[in-house]
């Protein structure tokens, strides 16, 4: 396995990586034909924010499976076009928070003290203080939108300088808001009432310009704006005409609608303004911690299968991770057998969810469920990543249920596929927290494993059918190792399943549909788990 570096990172990341057992090639400051020469067979890529993951570098990499960003933001990354080509994302939040939120919380001290300003006139020789008047933080309002890791330790920074501190965050909590001594509120309140504003979201659609001409008219006379975010958050054109009318008094800005910021950017011009060239990250401490973990994360996926901190998939921390495997297989494995079973076109898939398995991500089984079926019918390749958009790119209609009865079960992982052959179920648990098992096929009720070389048929159930189909396999030199009956009594039919010690010939397949009462045979094999 191979990872290409493309950006600067601490050396942990490689160190890491080669601990691992994976090949780590360097090429960041290379240059574009460097990256693409290394990325033509690696598996995993490591970006910083410089890269750009567009569609045109993936096409450089057609073995990429994982793109890890060494930090938390991921603009920088084009997630539908690796999501659509089963390539994971993921990210190391946390372990830069706390440099940002010193980096945001240092830039509202400078900001309220004109520290940018001061020290430029002392280099220039002066020793002049007029027009750098400050003001204090005790009992003033700060305003933090955005309450992620990054946002409550700017908001606890706030409270120990004796701020109020208003939040804006549609997932807070209100007994978290509560337990931190912060008032939440609307968005439009929260620049009504703050005095410094700093912000801690996101970049999307609907946060593009969030602090724009519409907030700035609502906001205090002498408002000073933080941001450490995102440059897209603020429109810098309005921000500027908002320091001119002296609405804002004053901006400190860490990152900007382009980035480098450009020689001749009016920001650059402007004394209200504080601007650091996207520093918030940029502390060794940080370094060292994004780089190892990314590390650590895209080893685990690449040696284990192990998701953390995923973009564009689910999440599990280890101890979830080890419970999740089992079931996950067991999802793969029903969603093959229903497309092994299955007769005519795809509809609709429903996966039901119940008792312990409730404690799991149902986006992993649901996934896990879609990636065994379409494995079979697509010709394109199917991952956990990929599953959901090339379930949808189908035509499949999706449906999730949780908390039916688990009938008698621990948990129990429904799934049931429809299509003009009409609809089929199949359900499975895992015994021990270890083994998966179908148990159930339609009417028929089983218990069987799914393994290679595996062997499924339906026959009137009636003395002497499996005599008649355990002699016809035979009579062709294959062995059976186990096997599993499910009657149903109401339409006098019975359901089996064998595993064979070798794959069914051809002959011996038509021979066994040829055995008198038995109306459907078909052989299958799944991937076999160590």
């Not at 960041?28 to 890269?51: F, M, N």
């Not at 504080?274 to 520093?279: V, W």
């Not at 398995?357 to 991952?383: F, I, K, T």
């Amino acid at each position: 396995m191979k990872v290409v570096l493309a950006d600067k990172v601490a050396p942990h990341c490689a160190e890491v990586l080669a601990g691992a057992g994976i090949e780590v090639v360097d090429v960041a400051g290379k240059g574009g034909d460097a990256l693409a020469s290394a990325l033509a067979d690696a598996e995993g890529l490591v970006v910083r924010s410089a890269t750009q993951v567009d569609a045109a570098l993936m096409d450089a990499a057609p073995e990429l499976k994982v793109v890890g960003r060494a930090g938390s933001g991921v603009d920088n990354i084009d997630i539908p076009t690796a999501t659509a080509r089963g390539i994971l994302v993921m990210n190391a939040p946390g372990e830069n928070s706390l440099a940002a939120a010193e980096h945001a919380f240092a830039l509202l001290l400078a900001l309220s003290r004109n520290l940018g300003p001061a020290s430029l006139r002392m280099r220039d020789g002066e020793w002049n203080k007029e027009g750098l008047m400050g003001v204090e933080l005790c009992d003033k309002t700060l305003g933090v939108v955005g309450m992620g890791r990054i946002g409550r330790e700017v908001a606890a920074r706030g409270k120990a300088f004796r701020m109020r501190v208003l939040a804006h965050d549609p997932f807070l909590p209100d007994e978290v808001a509560e337990r931190m001594g912060v008032e939440k509120v609307e968005l439009d309140a929260l620049f009504v009432e703050s005095d410094f504003l700093t912000l801690h979201a996101p970049l999307t659609d609907k946060t593009r310009h969030m602090v724009g001409a519409d907030a700035f008219s609502k906001c205090r006379e002498g408002l000073r704006v933080v941001n450490c975010a995102r440059g897209g958050l603020v429109d810098e054109a309005a921000l500027l005409e908002a320091i001119d009318s002296g609405k804002v008094a004053g901006a400190a800005l860490d990152v900007f609608e382009e980035e480098p910021l450009p020689a001749d950017s009016p920001l650059r011009d402007n004394p209200k303004l504080l601007l650091t060239p996207h520093l918030g990250a940029s502390t060794s401490e940080a370094q060292e911690k994004v780089a190892k973990r990314i590390a650590e994360q895209i080893a685990a996926y690449l040696n284990e299968g192990s998701i953390q901190n995923a973009v564009n998939l689910f999440s599990v921390d280890p101890e979830q991770a080890a419970m999740l495997d089992p079931w996950l297989q067991l999802a793969d494995g029903i969603g093959r057998m229903h497309g092994v079973l299955a007769k005519g076109s795809l509809e609709a898939v429903t996966v039901e969810m119940s008792g312990t398995v409730l404690d799991l991500p149902g986006a992993a089984l649901v996934s896990g469920v879609l990636q065994g079926l379409l494995s079979g019918v697509l010709s394109r390749e199917v991952n956990l990543v990929n599953a959901v958009s090339a379930a949808k790119d189908y035509g499949l209609k999706l449906a999730e249920v949780r908390g039916p009865d688990p009938e008698g079960y621990l948990g129990l992982l429904r799934v049931r596929v429809g299509g003009d052959g009409g609809e089929r179920l199949i359900s499975g648990t895992v015994y021990a927290d270890r083994y998966p098992k179908v148990v159930q096929v339609d009417e028929f009720f089983i218990e069987t494993p799914l393994k290679e070389n595996m062997l499924f048929y339906k026959n009137d159930d009636t003395p002497g059918r499996l005599a008649a189909i355990t002699a016809s396999i035979a009579a062709h030199e294959v062995n059976i190792a186990d096997l599993t009956l499910g009657r149903d009594k109401a339409s006098g039919m019975a359901f089996g399943a064998l595993h064979l010690d070798a794959p069914l010939p051809e002959a011996a397949l038509e021979a066994l549909r040829g055995v008198e009462g038995v109306t459907w045979a078909q052989p299958a094999s799944f991937p076999s788990r160590s």
